[in-house]
């Protein structure tokens, strides 16, 4: 079984002070527009079809359990994504996404448009639940536990409603 081991992260409002988060800042990487929508939101499961760039992937997800879960991610064709995408629940989610490496770790920013612009997350996925991270100087509150920032919870009621 394919399983997910991801923390997640609001990042900072203000920009890193030392030279090496500076050089890294997440903003320096090149952004991915991703366009993403849900089958399926069940909390026992997640079933999500996805365009990254120029990629199509369905992916069904099992119930986060700390920061772990089932995942099963599959390449489709983007065609097929495109007609998927016409067939899922309300609350199709945009955002531009950007891939930086920071202490031998892929740490993925999302930078949300539409009804969730103004949230911007990162997220790291881990070996093992308590795998020790160097935090970039640009993280903020950690917010894994918190399931308002799921993606499948952001379609439904996104970022801009909450206020």
Request: aromatic share 8%.
């Amino acid at each position: 079984m394919a399983t997910e081991i991801e923390r997640k992260f609001l990042l900072t409002e203000s920009e890193p002070t030392c030279q090496e988060d500076r050089h890294a800042s997440w903003r320096r990487a090149e952004p991915v527009l991703y366009c993403q929508g849900y089958l399926n939101r069940d909390k026992a499961r997640t079933v999500r079809v996805r365009i990254a760039g120029n990629e199509g992937r369905l992916t069904v997800k099992g119930p986060t359990i700390g920061a772990t879960r089932a995942e099963f991610e599959y390449a489709i064709p983007v065609a097929d994504a495109r007609a998927m995408l016409a067939l899922c629940e309300s609350g199709v989610i945009e955002k531009y996404r950007r891939k930086i490496l920071h202490h031998g770790l892929v740490w993925e920013v999302d930078e949300f448009l539409g009804d969730n612009a103004g949230l911007i997350v990162a997220e790291v996925e881990l070996e093992h639940e308590d795998q020790p991270i160097e935090l970039p100087g640009w993280i903020g509150q950690e917010v894994t536990n918190d399931p308002r920032y799921f993606n499948s919870s952001l379609s439904s009621k996104p970022f801009q409603s909450w206020h």
